[in-house]
């Protein structure tokens, strides 16, 4: 398959799903939307925000996977496995719980910052030189640590009914979300996407050696900062106003490599746009699921991804095994 018709399928598929979530309701199921003002209600009320920010979501994490991927040329990373969500999930925490969350725009701003924390300690941790067995370690205790504060946090909330509150919007979901959590969300998540994308020439060349990018006139330290701050504001933005949904970042990057010539640069697109139908995807199914309490978009990545994880972890020992 060449790279522009595998970009032709991903667009078609993203703007088949967008109408799809629009058209999909909770105990509904799939219905063309008619015309009256309670149907209007719904689409521009709940389907809208719910289909928005889903896009936004998918797209920011495979995009944050591919570019880590590409940047420690390790094919494991993603802002999930490594800590970087679970930080901004335990700064948004602390917004929460300390009254924060109220003034609007300082959850997300706590989750950006929290998310730039995470990225820093695990660099500080494993530094340049690193394999993948000490990276993988290294995001595992960070996601220990985090986890620990979390439901330390958890603990000791006075109030029961916010604890539940907290620990439900933790699994990850896009239930009960309005516009204006779009809307504190978009300018950040754009900002690090457009960060993100601005690396893309720079990742191709520093699969060839970070020598050879350093000869051929790529500053390495200005090309972390640059990802490193655009993981950090699109990530912390999308964990404020979604929770965790892990393995987007993982799975996603690694399916469509084959399709991209093995380069990093041409990674990108192609996740951002598979990501985002992944995440629409996963939402719609949710929604078409019995009536009752709704199961969390970020309990199905986990389901999916877990088993994809280490089944990606047997395969490169193998891979090591035959080297």
């Known amino acids: 398959m060449t790279y522009n018709r595998l970009l032709l399928i991903l667009s078609v598929a993203l703007v088949f799903l967008i109408g799809l979530s629009l058209c999909t309701g909770r105990v509904t199921g799939v219905s063309w939307p008619g015309w009256d003002l309670e149907t209007q209600l719904i689409l521009w009320e709940i389907r809208l925000p719910r289909t928005l920010l889903a896009l ?43 009254g924060f969350s109220a003034s609007g725009l300082f959850t997300p701003v706590a989750g950006i910052i929290g998310a730039m924390l995470g990225l820093l300690a695990l660099v500080a941790i494993v530094g340049s030189e690193a394999g993948i067995v000490m990276i993988i370690l290294a995001g595992a205790a960070i996601n220990s640590f985090s986890s620990a504060l979390t439901a330390l946090a958890l603990n000791m909330a006075p109030n029961p009914f916010a604890v539940q509150d907290i620990l439900f919007w933790l699994m990850g979901s896009f239930e009960h979300r309005t516009l204006q959590h779009f809307y504190l969300a978009a300018p950040p998540a754009l ?11 720079s990742l191709d060349v520093l699969s060839l050696g970070e020598n050879t990018a350093r000869s051929m006139g790529v500053r390495l330290q200005k090309v972390q900062w640059v990802a490193g701050l655009g993981v950090a504001l699109a990530v912390g933005a999308s964990v404020a106003v979604s929770g965790v949904i892990g393995f987007v970042g993982l799975v996603v ?34 929604r078409c699921l019995p009536p009752g ?6 309990v199905i990545t986990a389901l999916l991804g877990g088993p994809f994880f280490l089944w990606l972890l047997r395969h490169l020992r193998k891979a090591e095994a035959l080297v």
């Open 56 to 98: 936004l979501c998918g797209t920011v994490l495979a995009l944050s996977g591919a570019v880590l991927q590409g940047l420690l040329r390790n094919p494991l990373a993603d802002a999930g496995v490594l800590g970087v969500s679970s930080t901004a999930a335990l700064s948004s925490v602390c917004a929460i719980y300390f």
């Open 191 to 201: 900002l690090g996407i457009a960060l993100l994308f601005s690396v893309s020439r």
């Open 253 to 286: 990057p690694h399916m469509l490599r084959p399709f991209t010539e093995w380069r990093p640069g041409r990674l990108l697109v192609p996740s951002a746009l598979a990501g985002a139908s992944l995440m629409l995807l996963t939402d719609i199914s949710v």
């Open 293 to 298: 309490p709704e199961l969390r978009v970020g």
